[in-house]
């Protein structure tokens, strides 16, 4: 049980965290898909989103953020 009344485990609860200059950190029971809606697969529970716009693997990241001087601020 998670505490609020509900059944989810901890680690099913969908969780977004914004890293520092970096990608979405995406955890949880989420489903990510297009533009159009098509699923788009999951091979681990947290995943990494590209918010550069630079990743050659969109919408995951591929570090290019670093390369780049990618800043959140």
Same mark, same amino acid.
């Given at each position: 049980? +998670?505490?609020?009344?509900?059944?989810?485990? =901890?680690?099913?609860?969908?969780?977004?965290? !914004? /890293?520092? +200059?970096?990608?979405? #950190?995406?955890? %949880? $029971?989420? $489903?990510?898909?297009?533009?159009?809606?098509?699923?788009?697969?999951?091979? =681990? =529970?947290?995943? !990494? #989103?590209? =918010?550069?716009? #630079?990743?050659?693997?969109?919408?995951? /990241? +591929?570090?290019?953020?670093? !390369?780049? %001087?990618?800043?959140?601020?």
């Amino acid at each position: 049980m +998670d505490g609020g009344g509900g059944s989810h485990r =901890r680690e099913d609860v969908p969780q977004v965290v !914004a /890293c520092p +200059d970096g990608p979405f #950190l995406v955890r %949880g $029971d989420v $489903d990510i898909v297009t533009p159009d809606g098509q699923p788009i697969p999951r091979t =681990r =529970r947290t995943v !990494a #989103l590209c =918010r550069c716009g #630079l990743s050659t693997i969109k919408p995951f /990241c +591929d570090g290019t953020h670093r !390369a780049s %001087g990618f800043r959140t601020t």
